[in-house]
């Protein structure tokens, strides 16, 4: 079954970002709205947005389920199963049921998009991803009027997950996202990296991506998405409120209680570069400052 779940695209490992954005534009016939749009004007002109490396990407990760060390989801994660995946859609849908995955990707259309990556703990990445939007997917289960809000769980597997004996966290890792966040085109399902199939310590088979908020909101190996018309729990919100919003959008002006999130550090940049500054909705304010109009970004952090 795993070849159903290539990305149609085949990048080199590492590519260099001038050579990954013309085959993305010969591949796609995409000049404007494509990368371009992925991309705004505004970020790429401050910032440096070369991608990262393949090794780094897959080699510096979050992913608890897996150890708490940066290295440790690359050495443990070759645990998890990922063959067969379900995942439940459930909740205030037309067709809930237990999707497997290979059947959700063939009703895709998947693409590369090129995104800025944003820590809260002040690091940052930028990441070519493949997948697809996740309004395609919800919109192919109908999402009813009803639905305010998405939850999404992590698969929980003691015996693949060395990480879950720890209470770092309550597992299962959830997340949560406002129904118009959820249906924006900048947010995605990611399946590959590079063209290739989402390595495991990055979330495979699938993870969601938000480029304009803290990292932790991105869930990883996603086995249910529930719509909902509660706030649903969010797990860094629940361990410490405090420090982590349900929201959690990219805000250079709103510190963490026990650091500035003014700045960051581009992973790759070598250990005497200088910290760029943290941009606006991680560089997307052009795209998403509008979902937000009226609300006190201090209070909703
Ligand atoms: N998802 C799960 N299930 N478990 C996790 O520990 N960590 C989050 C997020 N998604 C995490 C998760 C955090 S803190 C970050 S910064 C990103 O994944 C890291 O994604 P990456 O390792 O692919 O860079």
Same mark, same amino acid.
């Given at each position: 079954?795993a070849?159903?779940?290539?990305?149609?695209?085949?990048?080199q490992?590492?590519t260099?970002?001038?050579?990954?954005?013309?085959r993305?534009q010969?591949?796609?016939g995409?000049?404007?709205?494509?990368?371009?749009?992925?991309?705004?004007?505004?970020?790429?002109?401050?910032?440096s947005?070369?991608?990262?490396?393949?090794?780094?990407?897959?080699?510096?990760?979050n992913?608890?389920?897996?150890?708490?060390?940066k290295?440790?989801?690359?050495?443990?994660?070759?645990r998890?199963?990922?063959?067969?995946?379900? =995942?439940?859609?459930?909740g205030?849908?037309?067709?809930?049921?237990?999707?497997?995955?290979?059947d959700?990707?063939?009703?895709?259309?998947?693409?590369?998009?090129?995104?800025?990556?944003?820590?809260?703990e002040?690091?940052?990445?930028?990441?070519?991803?493949?997948?697809?939007?996740?309004?395609?997917?919800?919109n192919?289960?109908?999402?009813?009027?009803?639905?305010?809000y998405?939850?999404?769980?992590?698969?929980?597997?003691?015996?693949?997950?060395?990480?879950?004996?720890?209470?770092?966290?309550?597992?299962?890792y =959830?997340?949560?996202?406002?129904?118009?966040?959820?249906?924006?085109?900048?947010?995605?399902?990611?399946?590959g990296?590079?063209?290739?199939?989402?390595p495991k310590?990055n979330?495979a088979?699938?993870?969601?991506?938000?480029?304009?908020?803290?990292?932790?909101?991105?869930?990883k190996?996603?086995v249910?998405?529930?719509?909902?018309?509660?706030?649903?729990?969010a797990s860094?919100? =629940?361990?410490?409120?405090r420090?982590?919003?349900?929201y959690s959008?990219?805000?250079?002006?709103?510190?963490?209680?026990?650091?500035?999130?003014?700045?960051?550090?581009?992973?790759?940049s070598?250990?005497?570069?200088?910290?760029?500054p943290t941009?606006?909705?991680?560089?997307?304010?052009?795209?998403?400052?509008?979902?937000?109009?009226?609300?006190?970004?201090?209070?909703?952090f």
């Amino acid at each position: 079954m795993a070849h159903r779940w290539k990305n149609t695209l085949t990048a080199q490992d590492v590519t260099p970002y001038s050579a990954f954005l013309n085959r993305r534009q010969l591949m796609t016939g995409l000049a404007a709205g494509g990368i371009a749009g992925a991309l705004p004007r505004s970020a790429a002109a401050q910032n440096s947005l070369e991608p990262n490396t393949f090794e780094e990407i897959t080699n510096y990760c979050n992913y608890y389920e897996f150890g708490t060390g940066k290295e440790d989801p690359a050495r443990n994660a070759h645990r998890l199963t990922i063959d067969p995946w379900t =995942v439940r859609i459930d909740g205030l849908v037309d067709k809930p049921g237990d999707y497997s995955f290979a059947d959700i990707l063939s009703q895709m259309t998947v693409e590369e998009r090129i995104y800025r990556f944003r820590c809260v703990e002040a690091w940052s990445m930028v990441i070519p991803w493949n997948g697809f939007e996740l309004a395609d997917l919800l919109n192919w289960v109908g999402v009813q009027s009803n639905a305010k809000y998405v939850a999404f769980e992590t698969a929980l597997r003691p015996d693949e997950m060395p990480g879950v004996s720890s209470r770092v966290l309550d597992w299962p890792y =959830v997340e949560g996202l406002r129904i118009d966040e959820a249906m924006h085109p900048l947010t995605m399902m990611a399946t590959g990296i590079y063209g290739k199939d989402i390595p495991k310590q990055n979330g495979a088979p699938m993870r969601l991506v938000v480029p304009w908020k803290y990292g932790f909101k991105s869930i990883k190996s996603v086995v249910r998405i529930s719509l909902v018309e509660e706030e649903p729990p969010a797990s860094w919100n =629940v361990a410490n409120p405090r420090e982590y919003g349900f929201y959690s959008n990219v805000n250079p002006e709103v510190d963490h209680p026990r650091w500035s999130q003014a700045t960051e550090r581009r992973i790759g940049s070598g250990l005497f570069a200088k910290r760029e500054p943290t941009l606006m909705f991680n560089g997307y304010e052009e795209e998403v400052a509008g979902l937000y109009d009226g609300m006190d970004l201090r209070t909703f952090f």
